[in-house]
């Protein structure tokens, strides 16, 4: 054994022990007929089908946000309106 000379490692290889035949060629025939009949799920069907709900997601959480600021505006300017209606009528009150 040399210094510069390193041996290569085994390679793995599994052979495994129950291996039912029948029903790996019933998941063939049914990827075939899936492929066959279109509903084959691809990567590419699979992503065109999840950019729909992703951006249908983001619209309604654009919405939703727009929503919360809508009704933040409306609160505060509630409050305002309370709080300057209370400090008139304070003012009223000690101008008597």
């Known amino acids: 054994m040399s210094f510069f000379s390193q ?5 793995f ?3 495994p ?3 039912d035949e029948h029903t790996d ?3 063939n025939i049914e ?4 492929k066959e009949l279109g509903l084959d799920s ?3 069907s ?3 089908s999840l950019r729909g709900v992703f951006t249908n997601d983001v619209r309604e ?3 939703r946000r727009g929503m919360i600021k809508r009704n933040a505006l409306i609160n505060n300017t509630g409050a305002v309106i309370v709080i300057i209606l209370v400090l008139l009528l304070f003012w009223i009150y000690l101008s008597k």
């Open 13 to 15: 290889h599994h052979e």
């Open 7 to 11: 041996p290569k490692p085994r390679r």
């Open 42 to 44: 691809t990567p590419e």
């Open 46 to 48: 699979r992503r065109e």
């Open 25 to 27: 060629r019933v998941k």
């Open 61 to 63: 959480k654009r919405q």
């Open 17 to 19: 022990i129950y291996y």
């Open 31 to 34: 990827r075939r007929a899936r």
